[in-house]
């Protein structure tokens, strides 16, 4: 018996208002796993590479995987698949929550949205009954209400996913919002399901999802729950003060981007850390399902300047992009800019650090004051909410801040101000000073990103074992290994944060006992690798050239000012010939016939 | 003093594990609207609260059960339902003013918390937080009462 995967897809089609369930195709889920690997596949079959992401014949791929709604270990976990609007590349954007164990419960593996409705609609799932209805009662509302609503026209205990205003408006950089507060955040998903006029998915399940050897399952998760409960990141830095916990380390050992970048030590930072925050806001922890960390922070704004309000965050990313990069130290400031982009939903990372191009724009006086409307200086905690405000609106200078960094610095002539990769904005670690992180900076299928190989475990937090930051030596096998355990992570439906305890050998136990696939951790690595290369193929073929593998010049050129990496640059030149030779593709960057019959795609 | 699963809900972080361990163990899949422990989350308030059932003294569900099907074990406690003899009636459902027992439709049969009948409650092995606990004592309820007891003794010193 096959478990895990229930074998049921649900396609949908918003231009004809159909849909129908469709056997799941068990020869790709044997190759692509589920998730980010099995929806890829899929997207990658049916839609033509150079589609415009905002046509009619762009997908968006709702997908949990075979693990997602068991509780192996922090299973609660879909991606959301389609083109980006902002990249160009394949976008897979994670979210956790009850969301997606609940498509699971409601017997289904993939959803594929299609096509493009002509007037504003949700769809709502229960088990097999599925509809579609308008929404010109909730357009224009926050991911708040339109659970609101959902819960009281739908179904009480419906889970749901949703836009907001940015969404719809396509800031490019606009997130899918599920059980209020979770999100979809990166890669303007949020802006795909906005052009298909998609407001909200609401589901219902009441059915189960069985394993193939249940004696084996329990084991394999009980160890490892042992394990998280364990580490020292995983049972106690986590839940104590959330990713914020980082805010510190990442100070002190030189790397948090500081002013869009200028500067890797921010004089501020125990202002805005994880520790600061447990004082000043923090209510209680908070899990997605079936997660034994709890890392979500809810918080209480009581600054009198602001609507005293209970929201989630701010996490670690997020207080740098719209803290330490915007050389913000006000952490109530940082909560509510933080709570605007849940409202208006949209990705904090991308919005915060735009606002912090701008203002390196408007202080090297290149974006004149009358474009903006007010003077935007490094340090303004009240422009940097404006802002936000202003972008979820797409309102007056707004609507340049919704085209991400990349677009807004070249329509002043000033690309090199983009702090970003494929149009994409870094996350909260300077590549400059973590070499790894550089390399899986430059070679991420997604563009800037953090989570397609966090680099940083080993080359600052010592997990799995401890590397010289600073190091060119090895680091393209390391950032490889770890794009391909996380792809794995990804597409069985697991947690990124269990990998700070848990390893390959555990992921393995939990997905073959759950599938009954005789897998080795050989067999899950090389699965990992071949949903990398899948991922690239489509973007090559999208017109993303090997010439794009590349970071900004102030990471190559400019060495870091001050701390303990002074004079460091990233070293790319070197690193990104040894990633392709270790990824067994050409020296153009290319994946060789060799490689892809290897790996079973060509 | 028996044993019982003692919910101390400050501890809970919502992650629903209860739900996953309960019907993964006695429905044979993970399957929260067929579990037998309830964890509600409230997004708003940032609140979660579980419950189940605390096993009654006179249990209205045995007392409502018109085929004898519910019985209260004598030593232990435990309210369980005797499958063999449950006509799947729905009585009971109707009686238990908590709604701690339930018609689960594929086995057609009335079910309940059994305390996984003489085994280690599968909820409070896999509960990662530590709110729910399995014991004699119950331990929330003191630290109840010990955090009330301390306040008072500190305003004693105080004046």
Redesign the interface.
Known sequence: MLGGWIGNVLRINLSKMTYNFEPLNYEWAKLYLGGRGLGSKYFTEEVDPTVDPFSEDNKLILSPGPLT???GAANGRYMMITKSPLTGTIASSNSGG?FPAELK?AGIDLVIIEGKASHPVYITIYNNQVAIKDASKIWGKNS?EV?DYLHSTFHRDAKIASIGPAGEKQVLFAAIMN???RAAGRSGVGAVMGSKNLKAIAVR???????AD?VKF?EA?TDA?RAI?ESPVTAAGLPAYGTAVLVNIINQNGLLPTRNFQDDVFEDAEKISGETMAKQLL??????????I?CAR?TKLADPRYKAQ?GEGPEYETIFALGSDCGVSDLSAITKANYLCNEYGMDPISAGTTVACAMEMFEKGIIPQGDIGMPLKFGDADAVVKMIELTGKREGFGDKLALGSYRLASLYGHPEFSMSVKKQEFPAYDGRVAQGMALEYATSNRGACHVRGYMISPEIMGVPEKLDPYATENKAFWTKTFQDVTAVVDSVGMCLFTTFAININHITNLFTSATGLDYTQDDMMKAGERIYNIERLFNLKAGIDPSQDTLPKRLLEEPVKQGPAKGMVAKLSVLLPEYYKERGWGSDGIPTQEKLKELNIA | MAKRIRIEPSKC?????CE??C??KH????????SRIYNE?F????S?ITVTCQQCDDPWCARACPSGAIVKHPDTGVVEVIEEKCVGCRTCVSACPFGMIKYVEYKQKADKCNLCGGDFPECVA?C??GCLTFEEEDEPLRTKILNYVNAVKEGQLEV
């Not at chain 1, 399940?205 to 394993?211: A, E, F, I, M, S």
């Not at chain 1, 209510?283 to 034994?292: E, G, H, I, Q, T």
């Not at chain 2, 429905?27 to 067929?34: K, V």
């Not at chain 2, 997004?43 to 940032?46: K, R, S, T």
């Open positions: 709604g068991t509780y009850y419960y708040d659970e059980d209020k507060h399940g009441t059915l189960g999802v069985k394993v249940r329990r998760a729950f409960k209510v209680r922890n908070k899990a997605c399902m079936s997660c034994m709890g809810v209970t | 972080i919502g992650c629903k594990t996953l361990s019907s993964f429905q044979g899949m993970f399957a929260p609207s067929l989350v997004l708003e308030e940032a979660f896999f990662p937080t």
